[in-house]
């Protein structure tokens, strides 16, 4: 009996709502679903026998004899009488009825109430706002049944005044998933245009705002209703129902009273109860998944989200590389794939071989899409769980990793292979400090005691240039500037000493200013502990600054790898010579300067990017 | 955050004091005859006038509501018309049946709503599939149905539970374990389908986020990149849902104690408002209102010290 539940968390619920055309289908696929189209088949049949009640029996639902209390299955009553002698298969098909009369009666005193404050809360705002938003928890912080109580107490037994109350108790629910819907619509561009364009409220309303409001509210309603039943069955199980009315929830009480001499009678009320209200559950999961609206939980079905992928080796004999005997990092004919919604793989990097070795930093340039990151986090084993990685020869330190347990993969993981992410402000945990989450590794990786820890942190954050690391070091993450976030990041890559630092984009979501100092922090860190680097970016300027050799991709697929000189100097492929000139197309320093004798700074453009690599 | 606490507290108190003038009004000012209701259609009308003017109820409404109010706030909450005990010590003497077992079933929902829904989320495949039906049924089930099952199975013919009544915790743990163990279950089965679900999504969420792939890259064992990191930060949103939870067990709480047999406020609540006893109603949804608002405060508290941004502000 878990009321209010319909409303969710206390938050505005997210919802993603598809656009129209979306709807046209929806139909067509609810009834593609067999568990739609069983519960409504149940749902339709339990109408269908309340509807029909008089015509499926002769029996009144409410005649008592005593002479027949308790009679056995047969005979007049085909599922036997209950405890005053009143027919259980006529009180099943009038308390269906019953039932279904009060859960109507609870979703449309709710809609009315719940729908239109919640539309004009969300596209108003202002007093109505607040002062509504104010009644929705003040009603939310009411326990259901004690408040029927009290007003069953004043007006009488009734079923019908009851669910209408029910229903105006349940209202916010419906008011705050209507508001919290129209909220954000109300902001999107169409509803700004249309403004714009002069239309009335009144019709932006009914051509942009109801078909948003319209489909979670058609879910919350089959929840409700599956409430609504549920309540109804607990106040007629405390007799509080209307009298003389056949009622599921009525006939448990009188399978209560007879629990030792006729256990049977709980049967037929409770698995009506249990099977409507499931009935109405799946029906709302089901249009959920037809109406496209998703909440913010991803429906699929997945592998486990902590499991790390293995990498396999590779199934063809794929020309392995010569492995470098100073690799520290070789990398040959790596694939990754995902599976696609219709079962088969899409494959997003296909075959790529590198190596870093000790002391050296290797660019992994490339536009966004292009595989890069995929290949660094394939080489970090922390790719999504459902990816599918292979290689031919994938070893660190002469060590094979392909086929390594997690916790293997976890000893090497921070402690000998450092990692550097893109977004510094996301990547800490906002709930935890930030020397906290700075001595965990190396508590755990070096068996620090947590005093040595915090000194050893309090240096690290010396040397990556923290005016203040005590303070630095008791703060949370959202208190530190995106900069600093980034160099407690690269502290905590090279808290452990590793020997591989592996930076996927470190500078390219922080300020220009900021970008120079954090990559000379990574080539002082690197030359000081002759770390091998892999560095995963998308920007000449910074390939041009740090490293030594390139590798460029595209598509998946290595197109050229050479010393970065050789590679700025004579670019041999057309794809590398399209980069560099996307490059270098605004820089003032264009022409007669050969490319290798630019500054840094004069060529530090970024590629334009395809979208989202940032 | 002591302000923010005082804001809170200030709120709940108006929240106490709204619901109970409605309730006061709504019973006052409508519904039968109150003397007539007690003495019962066979008292003359001197005598039930009498009964009106013993009861205070030929004085105006509002003569009656700041007398009532005045004693609410001195914590005297008025006597019951039908067995002239006070209220207060009518509804002292079920708070405990009742919080005994809203309380217990409030920590059986957290517990295993938080492992069904972090297992949930971190084993996925066919364990998630089956949490996710089961919590459908499960919500549909009517918890005082679960009760009377459960009741009928493990009391009544197995006889390893008591059917019927309640032993105070302070008589005899074991056995007042034993008195609320198949009412809590029944009660909790319903929040546990909806707080796990809510788990399991939160849980979802944050293992996707970037800072656990870097705790992930750091090294740090499973153990504490899901149950130290990525629990602390889903917590705020199963707390939320508990703590929504926790009224609608209270509700529940009220059909689930005439199954077991238990005088909590749900059965005094049942039975003054089948009398029509006004004092005892009020009583009961002041108390009722006054949990809610406590518990609201505690889980604000609660969320405040597990987001930094608040607590440090």
């Known amino acids: ?614 | 955050m002591l302000l923010f606490l005082l804001r809170r507290i200030g709120a709940g108190v108006v929240l106490v004091w709204v619901i109970a003038t409605l309730t006061f009004f709504l019973t006052s000012l409508t519904g039968s005859d109150p003397g007539r209701r007690i003495l019962g259609p066979t008292a003359d009308l001197e005598a039930v006038a009498a009964k009106r003017a013993e009861l205070g109820l030929d004085r105006p409404v509002l003569e009656r509501y700041r007398d009532w109010l005045t004693g609410a706030v001195h914590g005297d909450l008025g006597v019951s018309w039908f067995t002239n005990e006070p209220v207060g010590r009518l509804v002292g003497d079920a708070l405990p049946v009742s919080l005994s077992l809203v309380l217990a079933a409030t920590v059986l929902t957290a517990v295993v709503s938080v492992v069904l829904g972090v297992v949930a989320a971190v084993r996925g495949g066919w364990l998630d599939g089956l949490l996710q039906s089961v919590s459908i049924v499960a919500f549909a089930v009517p918890n005082f149905l679960v009760g009377l099952v459960l009741s009928l199975v493990f009391a009544v013919q197995l006889g390893v539970f008591p059917a019927l009544g309640y032993t105070p915790l302070a008589q005899d743990p074991g056995r007042w374990l034993a008195s609320i163990a198949l009412p809590a279950i029944a009660l909790a089965i319903g929040a546990i389908a909806t707080v796990a679900t809510q788990t399991r999504g939160s849980m979802i969420d944050v293992l996707g986020q970037d800072y656990v792939r870097t705790l992930r890259s750091r090294g740090l064992p499973t153990r504490s990149v899901v149950l130290k990191h990525a629990l602390r930060n889903a917590a705020p949103t199963s707390l939320t849902v508990l703590s929504l939870q926790f009224i609608a067990l209270i509700s529940g709480a009220v059909v689930i104690e005439k199954v077991f047999g238990l005088s909590g406020l749900g059965e005094r609540a049942t039975s003054a408002a089948g009398q029509g006893d006004v004092p005892l109603v009020l009583g009961i949804v002041v108390v009722a209102v006054l949990v809610v608002v406590v518990v609201n405060i505690v889980v604000d508290i609660a969320l405040g010290w597990l987001n930094p941004k608040v607590r440090i502000a």
Request: proline share 7%.
């Open chain 1, 1 to 614: 009996m878990s009321i209010l539940s319909a409303s969710g968390p206390a938050g505005p619920a997210p919802v993603e709502v598809l656009a129209t055309p979306a709807r046209a289908g929806a139909v067509r696929r609810l009834l593609g679903n067999p568990v739609a189209v069983g519960a409504l088949v149940w749902l339709v049949l339990i109408a269908v026998l309340a509807v029909l009640a008089p015509l499926l029996t002769s029996q009144s639902p409410t005649a008592s004899k005593i002479t027949e209390a308790l009679a056995p299955v047969g005979g007049d009553h085909p599922l036997g009488t209950d405890g005053v002698g009143r027919d259980v298969w006529a009180q099943l098909l009038y308390g269906a009825r019953t039932s279904l009369v009060g859960s109507l009666t609870v979703v449309v005193v709710a809609l009315l109430l719940g729908l239109p404050a919640g539309v004009l809360a969300g596209y108003y705002r202002g007093w109505f706002d607040a002062v509504a938003s104010w009644v929705a928890s003040l009603l939310m912080a009411l326990p259901a049944i004690i408040v029927l109580l009290v007003v069953l107490a004043q007006f009488g037994r009734s079923t019908a005044l009851a669910m209408a109350v029910f229903g105006v108790i349940i209202a916010p629910g419906v008011f705050r998933l209507v508001r919290a819907s129209v909220l954000a619509v109300r902001e999107e561009l169409f509803v700004d245009a249309a403004r714009v364009a002069g239309l009335s409220d009144a019709r932006i309303m009914r051509r942009h705002v109801l078909p948003v409001v319209v489909p979670p509210t058609v879910i919350q309603v089959s929840q409700l209703l599956g409430i609504a039943i549920v309540i109804q069955a607990g106040l007629e199980f405390l007799g509080l129902g209307s009298a003389n009315q056949a009622s599921w929830g009525g006939m448990l009480s009188d399978a209560f009273q007879n629990i030792y001499a006729q256990p049977r009678l709980l049967l037929w009320p409770g698995l009506a109860i249990v099977l409507t209200v499931t009935a109405f559950g799946l029906l709302g999961n089901a249009l959920r998944d037809a109406l496209g609206v998703s909440g913010r939980v991803p429906r699929v079905r997945r592998r486990g989200a902590t499991t790390p992928p293995a990498v396999l080796p590779a199934d063809e004999a794929a020309p392995a590389p010569a492995v470098d005997p100073d690799a520290l990092l070789a990398l040959g004919g790596l694939r990754v794939a995902y599976p696609g919604p219709d079962g088969t793989e899409r494959e997003v990097v296909h075959g790529v071989s590198l190596t870093v070795r000790r002391g050296e930093v290797v660019g992994l340039v490339g536009e966004s899409g292009s595989g890069k990151s995929q290949t660094a986090f394939a080489v970090l084993g922390l790719l999504p769980p459902e990816a599918r990685t292979s290689a031919a020869t994938m070893t660190f330190d002469g060590a094979d990793l392909r086929g390594l347990s997690p916790a293997a993969m976890n000893r090497l993981r921070g402690r000998r292979i450092g990692y550097i992410p893109q977004e510094p402000m996301s990547n800490l945990d906002p709930s935890f400090t930030i020397g906290s989450q700075l001595t965990e590794p190396m508590r755990h990786h070096l068996g620090l005691s947590g005093a040595e820890a915090r000194t050893r942190a309090l240096a690290l954050l010396d040397r990556v240039g923290i005016p203040d690391p005590a303070r630095v070091f008791g703060s949370y993450p959202h208190q530190v500037s995106g900069g600093m976030a980034q160099r407690v990041l690269i502290a905590g890559a090279v808290s452990c000493d590793p020997d591989l630092l592996i930076a996927d984009e470190p500078t390219t979501a922080l300020d220009v200013t900021v970008q120079a100092e954090v990559l000379d922090l990574i080539r002082e860190l690197q030359a000081e502990r002759r770390l091998g680097v892999l560095l995963v970016t998308h920007d000449f300027g910074v390939v041009a600054d740090v490293c030594d050799t390139v590798v460029v991709m595209r598509e998946g697929r290595v197109v050229e790898s050479a010393e970065a000189e050789r590679l700025f100097a004579d670019p041999q492929h057309e794809y590398t010579r399209m980069l560099l000139g996307s490059t270098l197309e605004d820089t003032p320093a264009r022409g007669s300067l050969p490319a290798s004798d630019l500054h840094p700074e004069e060529i530090a453009v970024p590629l334009p990017t395809a979208g989202g690599n940032r």
